[in-house]
């Protein structure tokens, strides 16, 4: 990415040719071992990792590129990644992606005159883009939970239905997802990205009965309507773990595991701060 030289010498990526990832990415793949990604924030370390695995299969021709399409390669964020050249390769290797609503507030501030040029907002988790070029996103949350408040799972990903982050900034907005396409990413998607999806991400004979009852129609209302939706009942195994009050009573049974207090919830009784 282009940027002011001050921009410039900030950037630094650990998996470069010749550097101690890189070589470790190559051999584990070349002894056919699976890899994810654990932290990737912009392009140029991604294509890293993809030359690594190039290198892999260069050093061990047994390594067939359906051999690594079998291995759903992974990388999260999708913080100014992919771009959008980008997005055919990482679907010739069948990477699978996960992407988290709150980097349109960590990148899109880098956007500016004396950091990276405007046209690079286009990079800011491109989902639309990479699943309409053959890659699968999956959706992701670096949310903490608390019992003081906190925002659900589905009001952190209202973002990339409106593609507006917290600044209230537009960011990419072409690549605005609808609904369904978001539970997917929550869900069956996801499954395939930890490889468990003859078990999980449906309600389906033969899988694990994990469910979760919410408190309003996830697919009623504006996309804002999420911030009010949240777990009411949550089933693990076919077991009642977690049974909020409010919906305990309407079964005429106990409240089960933790009461959390969602953000929601502690503005609808106080009104917003």
Not at 20 to 25: D, G, K, L, P, S
Not at 108 to 123: D, S
Not at 210 to 222: A, C, E, R, T
Request: aromatic content about 10%; some cysteine.
């Amino acid at each position: 990415m282009e940027a002011s030289k001050e921009t410039k010498e900030l950037e630094w990526c650990q998996n470069g040719p010749g550097t101690r990832e890189f070589n470790a990415t190559k051999t584990a793949i070349a002894n056919y071992q699976r890899v994810q990604v654990g932290h990737a924030f912009a392009d140029k370390g991604v294509d890293y990792f993809l030359d690594a695995v190039d290198a892999a299969m260069q050093e061990n021709p047994a390594i067939t590129l359906d051999y690594i399409k079998d291995l759903r390669l992974t990388s999260d964020h999708c913080g100014f990644y992919p771009r959008i050249s980008q997005i055919p390769r990482l679907a010739k290797y069948g990477m699978i992606i996960s992407c988290g609503a709150n980097v349109l507030d960590r990148s899109a501030p880098w956007i500016g005159p004396t950091r990276f040029p405007a046209k690079y907002m286009e990079q800011i988790a491109p989902i639309r883009s990479a699943i309409a070029g053959g890659v699968m996103v999956t959706f992701e949350s670096e949310a903490g939970i608390n019992t003081a408040g906190t925002r659900s799972y589905f009001g952190h990903a209202i973002p990339f239905l409106t593609r507006k982050n917290a600044r209230g900034v537009e960011v990419s907005p072409g690549e605005a997802i609808d609904r369904n396409t978001l539970l997917k990413m929550m869900t069956t998607w996801a499954a395939r990205y930890i490889m468990k999806e003859d078990v999980l991400g449906s309600l389906e004979k033969g899988k694990w009965a994990d469910f979760i009852v919410l408190s309003k129609d996830y697919f009623q209302g504006p996309p804002e309507a999420l911030y009010d939706v949240y777990p009411v009942m949550t089933v693990i195994a076919g077991k009642t773990k977690v049974l909020r009050e409010e919906f305990a009573k309407e079964l005429g049974k106990n409240a089960i595991g933790p009461q959390i207090v969602w953000t929601a919830e502690a503005e609808n009784a106080t009104g917003p701060e």
